[in-house]
């Protein structure tokens, strides 16, 4: 054949195909999502093989491991006792809580390690709820923001470095940024879930905190977060969640959960010049884990082009539970 261009050129050798690679993964493009108990030991999640509900010691042993390997930033969640859960969340803002003591001693023995927040009451409420539930069985907006600003202030006088609001009230991250500024946290960033789906993807994180929404006497409790998290049908809309978080000063967007919103991600990228955010879910880790355990699948070569497709499609970082697996691996190269 007598063809002008060729693309295979390129593809020859390694050192070609290097050459013209457009999209790169780095240890320092992840966030390290990690669970933290009151427990003395570290308990492993069923559906989440490798990752663990960590006693306070063990978290500070694992992300000292994180930075060894190169990552740079961790994101923590509280396995709440059951005694401390009520309607309202409060445990969610008490400054000796659970969170705000982790944060400390992690900022003590890994002062280099910035260290994300999860903002919402689910972990902290009876009912399983991002937010407050009336006794309608209303998630309520304006007073669960209110609780959200505490739990935010309170995690900042702790030492967090990026809040990161994943309950989706409306109008909670301009709300939390106000009250970051009038504390003296202006330094704090946000980092929203902006685009963040009513999705199936989350349930083994909710098994790892036990922080489904449950039933309760004496009033009705919404089955499902339908009502305050994006329908997945849903594109535009997500611009304008986006446009919104941006108004109110978010610093960092996220889309959540990631691999089946790589769409999302893309138009985001079009709409902002603000950092995004891809959210790899513990429903998508689950799955991963659960074909390579079967040797159904290669589990390096899968989780590496995951993601890369998150950089490929916009996303400037990544939060995964693969975070140190994958470090290990590039750093083998
Ligand atoms: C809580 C929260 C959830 C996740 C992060 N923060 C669960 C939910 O909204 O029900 C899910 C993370 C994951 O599945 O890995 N607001």
Redesign the pocket.
């Known amino acids: 054949m007598e063809l002008t261009y060729r693309p295979r050129r390129l593809r020859r050798t390694p050192a070609l195909r290097a050459l013209v690679r457009e999209t790169c993964l780095a240890p320092t493009d992840f966030i390290y999502?990690l669970f933290v108990h009151e427990g003395a030991g570290n308990e492993p999640i069923g559906a989440m093989p490798g990752a663990q509900r960590w006693s306070l010691e063990g978290l500070i042993d694992e992300v000292g491991r994180a930075w060894d390997l190169g990552i740079r930033c961790v994101v923590l969640f509280p396995k709440v006792a059951d005694g401390l859960k009520t309607e309202d969340g409060a445990e969610c803002f008490n400054e000796h809580g659970l969170i705000p003591r982790a944060i400390r001693r992690l900022k003590e023995v890994h002062p280099g390690m910035a260290i994300m927040t999860?903002v919402?009451l689910?972990p902290y409420s009876c009912d399983g709820h991002?937010g407050l539930v009336s006794d309608e069985g209303i998630v309520l907006n304006d007073e669960t923001v209110a609780i959200l600003c505490k739990q935010a202030v309170a995690q900042a006088r702790a030492g967090a470095d990026l809040i990161g609001p994943?309950?989706m009230m409306d109008g909670r991250v301009g709300a939390i940024r106000e009250a970051l500024d009038e504390e003296g946290f202006e330094h704090v960033g946000i980092i929203s879930y902006t685009a963040k789906y009513a999705s199936a993807?989350?349930g083994?994180?909710?098994e790892a905190l036990d922080s489904a929404p449950r039933a309760a006497a004496g009033k009705p409790i919404p089955k499902d977060?339908s009502t305050y998290?994006m329908d997945p049908a849903n594109a535009r809309e997500a611009i304008t969640e986006a446009q919104l978080d941006e108004q109110e000063g978010s610093d960092i967007l996220m889309v959540k959960p990631g691999l089946a919103y790589l769409d999302i991600i893309h138009r985001l990228r079009g709409e902002t010049e603000l950092p995004i955010a891809a959210?790899n879910?513990?429903?998508e880790y689950a799955m991963v884990k659960a074909a390579a355990q079967n040797g159904w699948i290669d589990e390096r070569a899968v989780v590496l082009e995951t993601l890369l497709s998150f950089r490929r499609a916009g996303a400037d970082l990544i939060l995964t539970y693969h975070a140190c697996d994958a470090a290990a691996w590039l750093k083998q190269g």
């Open positions: 999502p999860d919402a689910d991002d994943s309950d993807y989350y083994p994180f909710r977060k998290q959210y879910v513990s429903g």
